[in-house]
């Protein structure tokens, strides 16, 4: 038996939630059908009940259709959630994306396709709701090809559309010919050249470039009354190929979930690639930090829970495990390798603070352990004793709120998210000091610190230049620690990256020497540095592309040369236009709420976080 894991992504209202029930009710992984609207789905709010004896909250449910196990992952899906999007989108073989027949193309199925294009995930586009009044066909279908990707082809048709009684049929291969003529040079010249291509011939192509995703196949049928969704499955089983196994013995694999126990220990869910994992194993994750260092987590497995009911987790499968102290998403098992996640600094701040005053201890706790488990959420504290989150979006906002309510017991209230922005080292500076006093304090630890820039991405780099055993272990780990820390807060208020700072100098006096003496005086005597090397102070720049009517492009390109965008490209012209640029984050949020007002509520807005440039003196 092999095992696909398949994500399904949709917009709002688009029945993600009835054609997960569905799958699984038709499968025999769900006794009963609960309904979206009653509000008695298995599925409500995303968290998957007990599968087969195995209780995964939030996390996967399986079924098996003959010898092929499909594991269906809960997978984010909103815009400005993308991180998190890709952080799933990184475990699955591949996905199905489902449109509504009624509704159409929104703006989020276009960031989703937009994202799935980009990974080159085997993508399916399910159109569901063809039993109800108002649904489209040929319609939706160009509206598909005009706003997500020209590269698609529907496998089956609807007849009676709109209505109850709606019936879909399979289509015979011959129609795919033109359609797979555009990404298939072999197909192009069967049909240029002759002979035409086999029925054979067609469904191989289209087999191939599915798997490649350059080519997506359009079912139709509707997840309530079960139409369409047979001819899905075996679309999925026939032309999403499992990820190729080395045949390594080593395992090797990705933890993409952590939930917290209620004993405080964390279950992590492992998507393994290569080799196999079993219960009381010993395991060793890795994972880069944003400075560049590496770090690893060590355990040994006292639970294993694998999809399907095994002992054992194999390559291909998902487990969800427990005995590792300190693992976190993202972490790696097996070695890190260039296709390790990395997450982009996010760029928005706020502060947090409990909306009952009796409740902020718990509100601090929480936070922190919910940073400490997932590498999309930071939080430090401030000097007024509130707690600062770092986030991506106003939408990890909210989500975040619901976990402090739903999982904490915690109602908190956020600050207005400011951007946040970062300094780098403008140039050289060093500084040193031996045994000082400082504020009454006698510091016995001699530093001398480096100051320079790093390569652009290099995050924070820390080295030596004095013998490593001129200072005991604990002393080195002190400065190098307290460095990292201190780089939080730069000369403008702002967080220090893509720097290199080295020891030159150091010395400690037996036995009155400490650590805490090289964790006090290191941050004096690196800001001295760093005030010789100087600053500049960089902003959060996004890319951003926006689909207007034809009559709005001059009021909302104005808008957008008023918020200091800098446009890349206009294209379109026959039915909408599309404009391309960058523009600080600042103002992004006003180039989003000012949109629906421009463009009659047609404008479609998307963006992402492109780099950063020097801040303008202005």
Not at 575 to 597: K, N, Q
Request: charged content about 25%.
């Amino acid at each position: 038996m092999h095992t696909l894991n398949i994500g399904i992504l949709a917009h709002v209202d688009a029945g993600k939630t009835s054609l997960t029930e569905r799958l699984l009710f038709d499968h025999g992984a769900i006794d009963r059908l609960g309904s979206v609207d009653a509000g008695d789905t298995r599925t409500d709010d995303g968290a998957i009940e007990r599968q087969r004896g195995i209780t995964i909250r939030s996390a996967v449910a399986a079924f098996t259709v003959g010898d092929t196990r499909i594991n269906l992952i809960d997978t984010p899906g909103h815009s400005d959630f993308i991180a998190e999007v890709e952080r799933a989108l990184e475990v699955l073989d591949g996905a199905i994306l489902v449109l509504s027949a009624v509704e159409g193309v929104q703006a989020q199925t276009r960031v989703l396709m937009r994202t799935l294009r980009r990974l080159r995930l085997p993508t399916l586009v399910f159109v569901n709701k063809v039993d109800r009044a108002g649904a489209r066909t040929e319609e939706l279908l160009t509206d598909i090809r005009r706003r997500l990707t020209p590269y698609v082809a529907p496998l089956t048709a609807v007849h009676g559309i709109g209505t109850a009684q709606a019936r879909v049929t399979s289509l015979p291969p011959g129609t795919l010919a033109e359609p797979l003529a555009d990404v298939d040079p072999d197909i192009l010249a069967a049909v240029v050249d002759g002979p035409a291509p086999t029925p054979d011939d067609l469904r191989k192509a289209l087999a191939a470039r599915t798997a490649d995703g350059s080519f997506h196949p359009v079912l139709f049928g509707s997840a309530l009354g079960g139409q369409g969704v047979r001819d899905l499955v075996e679309s999925v089983v026939r032309l999403i190929p499992p990820a190729p196994a080395t045949g390594g013995t080593v395992p090797h694999g990705t933890v993409f979930a952590v939930r917290p126990g209620p004993g405080g220990e964390r279950t992590a869910y492992l998507r393994l690639y290569d080799g196999e994992v079993t219960e009381r194993q010993r395991l060793t994750f890795l994972r880069r930090d944003a400075d560049g260092r590496t770090r690893e987590v060590s355990g040994r497995v006292t639970r294993l829970d694998v999809i399907g009911g095994d002992r054992t987790l194999t390559a291909g499968n998902i487990a969800a495990l427990t005995g590792v102290t300190g693992i976190r998403v993202g972490d790696r098992l097996g070695e890190l390798t260039d296709h390790a996640p990395h997450f982009a600094p996010p760029t928005l701040e706020t502060e947090v603070s409990a909306r009952h005053p009796k409740h902020s201890a718990r509100l601090r706790a929480a936070l922190f352990t919910l940073a400490d488990q997932d590498p999309l959420i930071h939080a430090r504290p401030t000097a007024t004793g509130s707690t600062a989150l770092l986030l991506y979006g106003e939408v990890q906002l909210e989500v975040l709120a619901a976990t402090l309510a739903q999982d904490f017991g915690v109602e908190a209230e956020f600050a207005p998210g400011r951007v946040r922005y970062l300094e780098r080292p403008r140039g050289t500076g060093e500084a040193h000091d031996e045994n000082p006093w400082h504020d009454r304090t006698r510091y016995w630890a001699t530093i001398g610190l480096r100051v320079e820039p790093g390569p652009r991405g290099s995050g924070g780099v820390f080295a030596y230049e004095t013998e490593l055993g001129a200072l005991p272990r604990a002393f080195h780990q002190a400065i190098e620690e307290t460095v990292h820390r201190s780089m939080r807060t730069g000369l403008c208020g702002a967080a220090v990256t893509d720097y290199r700072v080295t020891l030159v100098r150091s010395g400690f006096v037996a036995p009155l020497s400490t650590a805490a003496h090289f964790r006090g005086l290191t941050p004096i005597v690196l800001r001295r540095a760093l005030e010789r090397a100087r600053t500049r102070l960089y902003e959060p720049y996004h890319a951003f592309e926006t689909e207007v009517p034809l009559d709005a492009l001059a009021p909302v390109s104005a808008h957008l040369a008023s918020l200091g965008a800098e446009f890349t490209g206009t294209t379109g012209g026959d039915t909408a236009w599309v404009i391309t640029g960058e523009l600080p984050a600042r103002r992004v949020r006003e180039a989003e709420l000012g949109l629906p007002g421009l463009t009659h509520g047609e404008g479609v807005w998307w963006s992402l976080l492109s780099g950063d440039r020097e801040l303008r003196p202005h």
